[in-house]
Antibody, heavy 115, light 107 residues
Framework: QVHLQESGPGLVKPSETLSLTCSVSGGSMINFYWTWIRQPPGKGLEWIGYIYYSGTTNYNPSLKSRVSISVDTSKNQFSLNLSSVTAADTAVYYC?????????WGQGTLVTVSS | EIVMTQSPATLSVSPGEGATLSCRANQSVSINLAWYQQKPGQAPSLLIYGASIRATGIPARFSGSGSGTEFTLTISSLQSEDFAVYYCQQYNKWPQTFGQGTKVDIK
């Protein structure tokens, strides 16, 4: 059964770039879409964007100017970069599988934006 | 973007009783609607997709219905492990959007 695990810094300074990686194990990345979703503390869920294993991406228009998602199938990983972060980007970031609904989720990683 | 509205915000239910959660879209999403359960400190987990199809391993006490703009998640007899927050999510139009959640707590 596929397992997803997020990794990256838990603290990022304002105006800097948030970078996270999702490692996929127990299954292939081929022929699947891979997604980032976030959840501010105590709040609801927001779809950030997704990437197909081949590299095609789609981003939430609300974040499109600041978001980049990449994939490295040789390492079974995909990554999120979110630039020019502010306190409003503080959230638990989840990586998931799927471009419509998400059947597999990582445990999530809390990223705090603070100086 | 499509706005999803869930009601009620909180639902207090006794174990063994049933619960009905509502989700409304501000435009039609056909049957492209999923439900998730989230327990404290955990990632959401998929319950229902296609408005009414249970995901793998989901007990039959969970059922989904609806189409267009009105959807319902019904839990027929709440077990202790069912007390959680439930989110609906539309995937008919990009970007996918979630409701704000319904918390089901113990009465």
């Amino acid at each position: 059964q596929v397992h997803l695990q997020e990794s990256g810094p838990g603290l990022v300074k304002p105006s800097e770039t948030l970078s996270l990686t999702c490692s996929v194990s127990g299954g292939s990345m081929i022929n699947f879409y891979w997604t980032w979703i976030r959840q501010p503390p105590g709040k609801g869920l927001e779809w950030i964007g997704y990437i197909y294993y081949s590299g095609t991406t789609n981003y939430n228009p609300s974040l499109k100017s600041r978001v980049s998602i990449s994939v490295d199938t040789s390492k079974n990983q995909f990554s999120l970069n979110l630039s020019s972060v502010t306190a409003a980007d503080t959230a638990v970031y989840y990586c998931t599988r799927g471009s419509t609904f998400s059947q597999r989720w990582g445990q999530g990683t809390l990223v705090t934006v603070s100086s | 973007e499509i706005v999803m509205t869930q009601s009620p915000a909180t639902l207090s239910v006794s174990p063994g009783e049933g619960a009905t959660l509502s989700c409304r879209a501000n435009q039609s999403v056909s049957i492209n609607l999923a439900w998730y359960q989230q327990k404290p400190g955990q990632a959401p987990s998929l319950l229902i997709y296609g408005a009414s199809i249970r995901a793998t391993g989901i007990p039959a006490r969970f059922s989904g219905s609806g189409s267009g703009t009105e959807f319902t998640l019904t839990i027929s007899s709440l077990q202790s492990e069912d007390f959680a927050v439930y989110y609906c999510q539309q995937y008919n139009k990009w970007p996918q959007t979630f409701g704000q959640g319904t918390k089901v707590d113990i009465k």
